[in-house]
């Protein structure tokens, strides 16, 4: 039994690894650090693109910097981590997520509440009424949200419950 759960656990272990690694290639290849700067008119330009490709360490190979920020976050474990500065450099990552991690725990938590409030309010209104044209929509609404993207979903919510509910209230 511990065979079976230490094989487990070092399979998980390196799916985060795959799955940390996947991601730090997807957004090394994506984005670019320097844009800002390559299309500045700024007259020490080659002076700042230098100074930024050698902070950020772009001269060498996306699995050298994959390593060097692996082991960042493996300090945490003995609390000398580090997440990196951002692009600019003015500041560091682990700072800036201090200050977002509050407000996604508020986001889930109340996307959760009102997902449980929701759906079970619906399910005892539909479950009360089957076969009608209530139940009918329910059913429709429900596969037609759960069939689309997350994201896609945030997006139409932020426009729509957010941009333009708050226009409309301005009015």
């Given at each position: 039994m511990v065979?079976?759960?230490?094989r ?6 390196l799916?985060?690894?795959g799955?940390l ?11 670019n ?16 693109i ?8 772009l001269d060498?190979s ?7 920020w692996?082991?960042g ?16 450099g ?10 977002y ?44 949200f ?16 957010g ?9």
């Amino acid at each position: 039994m511990v065979r079976f759960i230490g094989r487990r656990l070092g399979i998980g272990v390196l799916v985060l690894v795959g799955a940390l690694f996947a991601t730090y290639l997807l957004v090394a290849l994506t984005a670019n650090p320097l844009r800002d700067l390559a299309t500045s008119s700024d007259p020490n330009k080659a002076h700042l693109i230098a100074e930024r490709t050698a902070r950020l360490r772009l001269d060498e190979s996306v699995l050298v910097r994959f390593g060097a920020w692996f082991r960042g976050v493996i300090g945490y474990l003995w609390g000398d981590g580090s997440l990196g500065t951002t692009v600019r450099g003015d500041a560091q990552v682990a700072n800036l997520m201090t200050g977002y991690i509050p407000v996604s725990v508020r986001l889930v938590a109340t996307s959760v509440i009102l997902g449980i409030v929701l759906g079970v309010g619906m399910g005892v209104v539909t479950a009360l009424r089957q076969y009608s044209s209530l139940d009918y929509l329910a059913s429709f609404v429900a596969f037609l949200f759960y069939a689309m993207p997350t994201f896609w979903v945030a997006v139409l919510f932020k426009q729509y419950a957010g941009i333009r509910l708050n226009d409309f209230l301005q009015e």
